[in-house]
């Protein structure tokens, strides 16, 4: 009897390399093993039958002749097996220690081990079915992340397009490489989200966490690659206590970190993106026992982590390249111009192409206050010193000691030509790469410096409140962000690591005021308008009597702190009271991360768990995991506004994510997308945020008519609301839209034909008074050609049936002056003038009130703008004639 055997805890590139070789070997028989992760038993609960695998309890008793073992080196003995039994191994991991040598052993370097049975296959001439097809090409697909691993190589994909030409079902594949988890592994993944730590080694961030399993059933993989993909680490170290022992599942995305070096330490292996171990305790050890195991193993994980991660940093990553270099002749006036303009603070010295010196600032300085007129070579600090770009940061670090040269020209080490500087700036910034913090005393200053007296009463007083129970709270968000930014903002929520509810309802009761709750998201808002007086009197304040009641806030949002869950996009989420580092998890981009907190001894610490300070100081902006644009598509339009207000730039990743997720804004409503339109438009750098959005396809995705050219944003720079003359009258608001934001709209989108703009007042829901804007602007720019001719009577009738933000627009957008000509004359002079004669006038000559009064005094009005009559007589004579007309 031949059997085929895999490892425990086989996945689908297991069982697929078990199909593999029984398709090579069709008297074989494929044993199942007893544990098999979540995917390889969905797929077999519904297409087992299909496939020729069975059970250990199945198996004929019979004297076993061959195994052939998958997937794995390690061999299971079962029943029927003899010292005479043949084994025939094929694998793709390195070698283990020790093999038998009288075994065969098949050994490939490839992604998934499925790779090798496919090629034996396909040389053998084989036809699969497409049930096979799929199951083979599920293995492949595993194994190398959908071949994104690095590990990941052509044999892989030449499988796949294999598989694929027998018809293996993609949809199948895609349904099964990533159901949702179950119930179990959904609460192994919150424990170890909760117990989750960061480190970073050298540029590299490695996540670590550890869990008690002992009452998980199901393969821990699923949550690891559910972890990986959400929080993007470069590795992800995991360690559960399970009733086997303490299991290690490890994942890089990262060449630079191996995780079969760690997972080997611990008695485990596999390869350098994907590892894992299982440590076998005592059998004699308790639960308690277990667990402080589990705390060994996992403390010792952590303290090696530097050892598995490559240096990569190196003189060339830190200097700026082709510097500028003088002479020893330059004159001292020509190195302070130079300084001056370009802001250097040293520069090499060379001659004849070798460093001979280095000049700095300081000593231009004095030479040029003393009034002396030396040469470079007289002021330069003498020396040879350089450094190869290829030398590391220690080397820099200890040049820089030993020399004292604060700028160091970097030579290439071929051919020795300077070819870039590295400073010591340079150099701190690669030792310090996380800012500093700023001390709770730096955070008191800047919130004394941003907020008004009041309002920083008022949030000591919250502070005050909460320290009295214990009750953690925070000021979270674009606050905290904006104040580290020197940019305050005066909006502030408060985050409760507790019960809001609770909370706000005990600030109501000492100070007064309503509070209004939505219990399923744990949140109350404190309303304190109509309590502002009494509040004031009751704040901490250095000078009550100058206090201005008109400074607080009319509500103040207070939060529970909370973890969000979304079982699909776009799906109500699942909230859970939480920590605020969980509830700071939830914030769309990691600057919005940051909390101040405020009670007692605590007041001012900032706190950052996920990297928000770091991306704020390198002007970052960065998502928090990788499905953050599939939770929120307005995150894409989010990013744009952010980058571009603070002068940022979305790092790589998240562009990345950004352009995979453009379909996602198809989902939106076109409420919520207009929503975050209006936030744009009320940006001062609007225009370089929609000139953004267009470079990045996202307005053509929203809809394909949404326009972008040079000229719309040349006029949307030029709108300044403050420079408006007051002859215009235009409002200051337009249905609960700014001006700045109605003006805004009209000049980007109201040169469009009225069919087009319905199309996309449509798929935005526009309301109907900036719908009506719009469509009255594209109007008037298309019969506007018209009347550059025509009599002013004329000019008036059309004109005054248009909004005067749309009569602006149209004057704004137009260059030339013979269109805007007659705009201006309209609301210049023409607007105003009315006939001297009115409807009563009418009524007291015995004329019966009807349409023809209007018609009459439009006549009269007309007559006085085209010149026809000049004085109340003239008007008089006609007015008698158009009423002789009617009768």
Known sequence: MIVILTHEQADLDALASQLGAWLLNPDAIPVL???????????????????????????????????????????????????????????????????????????????????????????????????????????????????????????????????????????????????????????????????????QVEDKTILTAKADAMDIQDEISSVAHKMRDVLNPDALLLLVSTTHGVRLVARSTSDRVDVSAIAEVMGGGGHKRAASALIRPEPSLDNCKIQQHLDEQYQMMIEDLDKYVAPVITVEGLMSKDPLILSPDTPVQEAHRLMQRYGYEGYPVVSEGQVVGLLNRREVDRSINHGLKLTVESLMSAGDVKIASTASIDELQSLMGATGWGQVPVVSPESGEIIGIVTRTDLLKTLTPHPEIPSQEEVAQKLKRAVPPERLALLHTLAEEADKINLPVFVVGGFVRDLLLDRPSL?????????????????????????????????????????????????????????????????????????????????????????????????????????????????????????????????????????????????????????????????????????????????????????????????????????????????????????????IRQVLSLLDITTIDPAWELPASWDNLSLKQVLSYLIWLGHLPETTLQAIASRLRFKSALKSLLVATSQLNHVLPDLV??????????????????????????????????????????????????????????????????????????????????????EQQLLLELISEIE
């Open 491 to 711: 909006d502030f929520d408060i985050v409760v690591e507790g019960d809001a509810i609770f909370f706000a309802n005990r600030l109501a009761e000492r100070f007064g005021g309503k509070v209004l709750t939505h219990r399923r998201f744990g949140t109350a808002k404190w309303h304190i308008a109509a309590n502002k007086h009494k509040l004031i009197e009751k704040l901490p304040l250095v000078e009550p009597a100058e206090a201005i009641p008109d400074r607080l806030p009319k509500s103040l949002d207070l939060i529970t702190a909370r973890t969000e869950f979304y079982e699909q996009p776009a799906a109500l989420p699942t909230v859970e009271s939480s920590s605020i580092k969980m509830d700071l998890h939830r914030r769309d981009f990691t600057i919005n991360t940051l909390a101040l907190r405020l009670d007692g001894e605590h007041h001012g610490i900032i706190q950052d768990y996920w990297g928000g300070l770091n991306d704020l100081h390198k002007g970052r902006i960065r998502v928090l995991h990788a499905l953050s644009f599939v939770d929120d598509a307005t995150r894409l339009l989010r990013a744009v506004r952010f980058e571009q207000r603070f002068n940022f730039q979305i790092e790589p990743r998240t562009l990345s994510l950004l352009k995979e997720s453009l379909p996602l804004l198809n989902k939106l409503t076109g409420a919520r997308i207009r929503h975050e339109i209006n936030l744009i438009l009320a940006e001062p750098k609007a225009p370089l945020m929609l000139a953004r959005l267009a470079h990045l396809h996202i307005l053509e995705t929203i809809h394909p008519a949404l326009p972008w050219n040079e000229t």
């Open 789 to 874: 001719d025509a009599p002013p009577s004329q000019v008036v009738t059309v004109l005054n049936k248009i909004p005067l933000p749309a009569i602006y627009t149209c004057h704004l957008v137009n260059p030339h002056e013979d269109l805007r000509k007659p705009l201006w004359q309209y609301i210049q002079n023409w607007s105003s003038i009315e006939s001297k004669t009115s409807g009563d006038d009418l009524r007291e000559m015995g004329l019966p009130p009807s349409p023809a009064y209007g018609h009459i005094l439009n006549k009269l009005r007309d007559a006085w703008l085209d010149g026809k009559v000049s004085s109340p007589e003239e």
């Open 33 to 199: 093993p007893r544990n098999i992760n979540r995917n390889g038993r969905r797929f077999l609960k519904q297409f087992g039958g299909d496939l020729p695998f069975v059970n250990f309890k199945e198996l004929p008793r019979a004297s076993v002749d061959t195994v052939i073992l998958v997937d794995t080196q390690s061999l299971i003995t079962i029943k029927g097996m003899s010292d005479d039994t043949r084994i025939v191994i094929y694998d793709h991991h390195p070698r283990r220690e020790g093999l038998d040598p009288s075994w065969e052993v098949h050994l490939v370097e490839t992604g998934a081990n499925t790779s090798q049975m496919v090629s034996r296959i396909r040389d053998a001439a084989i036809v699969l079915t497409p049930i096979q097809a799929t199951a083979l090409a599920l293995g492949l697909y595993e194994d190398t992340g959908s071949f994104s691993y690095g590990s990941t190589t052509s044999q892989d994909l030449q499988a796949a397009a294999f598989c694929v030409s027998h018809g293996a079902d993609l949809d199948l594949i895609r349904q099964f490489l990533y159901p949702p988890l179950s119930a179990d592994q959904n609460k192994l993944y919150d424990r170890l989200l909760k117990n989750i730590e960061t480190f």
